[in-house]
């Protein structure tokens, strides 16, 4: 008899590295840390915004207006920028932006792999258009209903943010510390 014919995609599902119920400091105080760091990188984002903007202001003085019409290319600049920002940071071996750093933060994908570039920038863009399609209480509100603090764009995209100095403290044997 001949033994049955498999057919498709073989998938390796991996469980999740970090457990809540063994390690329930990785997530301790995670959502407000999270708040201010959001602060913190919208500081330094807008920033170099600013201070292009102010240029662009008084560029268009000296030319008599003329220099004005580059600020057209303010938005598509910011967003250009963001995503840069985004990107780099999380690709970072720290896998934070700025902002984590500063909180002790660090994201990770749910299987415990270090963030990267496009993962990152994703990220970002998530965020924003739910932040811009007023869907921003529904993305807050799920971080309190799970005991992993993830907020809505972080399950869609299957990462989860922890503790940085909480990570150090988790045996190295633990899942997430590949």
Not at 149 to 158: E, T
Request: proline residues 7%; positive net charge.
């Amino acid at each position: 008899m001949s033994e049955p014919r498999r057919i498709g995609v073989t998938i390796d599902l991996k469980p999740h590295a970090y457990d809540p119920a063994l390690h329930p400091e990785l997530f301790e105080g995670v959502l407000s840390r999270r708040i201010i760091a959001f602060f913190i990188d919208l500081v330094v984002i807008m920033a170099p915004v600013m201070l292009v903007a102010i240029f662009i202001f008084f560029f268009g003085l000296v030319t008599f207006g003329l220099g004005w019409a580059l600020f057209w290319l303010l938005s598509p600049g910011t967003v250009i920028w963001a995503l840069i920002y985004y990107g780099a940071t999380f690709a970072s071996p720290s896998s934070a932006t700025l902002g984590m750093r500063a909180m002790g933060l660090t994201m990770r994908t749910w299987y415990g792999a270090p963030c990267y570039f496009v993962l990152g920038a994703v990220h970002a863009v998530l965020f924003w258009l739910s932040v811009g399609t007023l869907i921003l209480p529904i993305l807050l509100l799920t971080g309190f209903f799970n005991a992993r603090r993830r907020l809505l764009h972080d399950v869609l995209l299957g990462t989860v943010v922890i503790n940085g100095a909480a990570l150090a403290s988790v045996p190295p044997d633990y899942p997430g510390t590949r």
